[in-house]
């Protein structure tokens, strides 16, 4: 395979002609296909069904407080989902608080309390004239857009295959009081599939923030989302090595079961320290007498354990391997060795990260476009949907069919080909 820019204007504009051709019949079809969605197709909602026969009405609905739940009470999640949720997240049972269906909301909610109440007594960001966060790029969108809806200024912070490039995270917020926090999915990390290595992790733990209400946003939400039984990376457990280093106080995780059962109807919890849960508590019995417990009691009896969600979890990668699979042949048939685009194969999460030559990114996007694909916008994967070099595109496998994917996958490299080969043709 010769790389697209060894190749003479001739020969280039020649493989052009031919990419065009094949574009325009694929245009033709006037096909309607998606890659942009990060949520399960209905196959992998239909494994959870089963949750849906677990409660009727002739359950007993006492949770182990003995508290109905059908009524008010218990604050901060039943028992048992508290366990569920403490081992899904690898912490201590009291370590954490169960929220609502969407842990998005729940860091809408951290973020939301620091700036009008502060930080475990510490002025409210409202009040400060600069507010700042770390955003490792690329990232995820709906991150960028809660900091972005409180005016907090947004630091690009450049991802490495280890995690964000600790260097520049170090000095940053060692150095600047205004920076309050940072960004994090350190796990299968959307959009590029990433771990955080051990050292990374030991690294975030010792930080030394000049702000002492600075915080980690640790957003595990694909913890245990594996696509391999042989292949699974492992996180070291921050709230634990936060602890070890002396800083107890300074992450948030955030965790749901959004992408284990259903999206939107699923249960989310936050786990932090207990000064940070003191602080936090205070605003919850505020806000809600509490949330639903007839959903965390059904998830906590259909998965009975963690051993019950790890299984569920493996035919849910059942379902997702040949996806993923299907678009990393596609890219390596198609692509390898032509110079115009990398990628990394992740070993579980929602997405593929490509990073096509720089300022091809949107023309890409709106090219397969034009043949019937949607994608992720280009730029929305950055702080303020601005990616400086125009490479970063999201790529989403699971909800479209198997057979939709192929034909996706074949037009975005399509797509890829023809305007890297107009770039580079100037
Ligand atoms: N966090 C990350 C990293 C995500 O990718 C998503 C969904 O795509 C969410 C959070 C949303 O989670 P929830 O449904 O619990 O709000």
Request: some cysteine; aromatic content about 8%.
């Amino acid at each position: 395979m010769t790389a697209y820019k060894d190749m003479t204007k001739e020969e280039l504009s020649g493989v052009k002609e031919e990419l065009e051709r094949q574009f325009q019949e694929v245009k033709a079809k006037g096909l309607k296909l998606d890659m942009s969605r990060g949520k399960p197709s209905t196959e992998q909602l239909d494994l959870s069904m089963g949750m849906m026969d677990v409660l009727t009405s002739k359950s007993d609905l006492k949770c182990t407080e003995g508290v109905d739940c059908r009524n008010y009470g218990v604050l901060d999640g039943i028992g048992e989902a508290k366990q569920l949720l403490a081992d899904m997240m690898e912490v201590p049972k009291d370590n954490i608080v169960i929220y609502g269906n969407s842990s998005l909301n729940v860091m809408y909610d951290t973020v939301a309390r620091s700036m009008t109440h502060g930080v475990m007594g510490s002025t409210p960001w409202s009040k400060l004239d600069k507010v700042k966060f770390l955003c490792p790029v690329p990232g995820y969108d709906r991150h960028f857009a809660i900091t972005e809806f409180f005016g907090i200024e947004m630091i690009n912070v450049p991802m490495t295959p280890e995690g964000p490039d600790m260097d520049m995270v170090e000095k940053l917020v060692s150095e600047d009081e205004s920076i309050k926090g940072i960004w994090c999915v350190p796990k299968y990390s959307n959009p590029q599939g990433i771990t955080y290595s051990d050292e990374t992790v030991y690294r975030f733990a010792n930080l030394k923030p000049a702000a002492k209400d600075f915080r980690i946003y640790w957003d595990n939400a694909y913890t245990i989302h594996h696509l391999y039984d042989d292949k699974q990376d492992y996180l070291l457990e921050i709230l634990m090595e936060c602890k070890k280093a002396g800083n107890p106080d300074m992450v948030y995780k955030f965790s749901s079961t959004s992408k284990i059962t259903f999206p939107g109807s699923g249960i989310a919890a936050i786990a932090a320290s207990e000064g940070n849960l003191v602080d936090i508590k205070r605003q919850l019995t505020i806000q809600t007498i509490g949330h639903d417990k007839l959903n965390q009691l059904r998830h906590a009896r259909y998965f009975k354990n963690i051993s019950g969600m790890v299984n569920h979890m493996k035919k849910q990668a059942e379902i997702l391997r040949p996806k993923f699979d299907t678009v990393l042949e596609t890219l390596d048939r198609e692509l390898g060795g032509l110079e115009i685009g990398s990628w990394m194969a992740p070993r579980g999460g929602y997405f593929i990260s490509f990073d096509a030559m720089d300022g091809c990114a949107k023309a890409i996007v709106a090219k397969a476009k034009e043949a019937g694909l949607v994608m992720t916008g280009a730029g929305a994967t950055f702080p303020y949907g601005k990616d400086p070099h125009d490479s970063n595109i999201r790529i989403a496998p699971s909800y479209p069919t198997l057979e939709d994917l192929k034909v996706a996958c074949e037009i975005f490299v399509l797509s890829v080909k023809l305007v890297s080969a107009q770039k580079l043709l100037g």
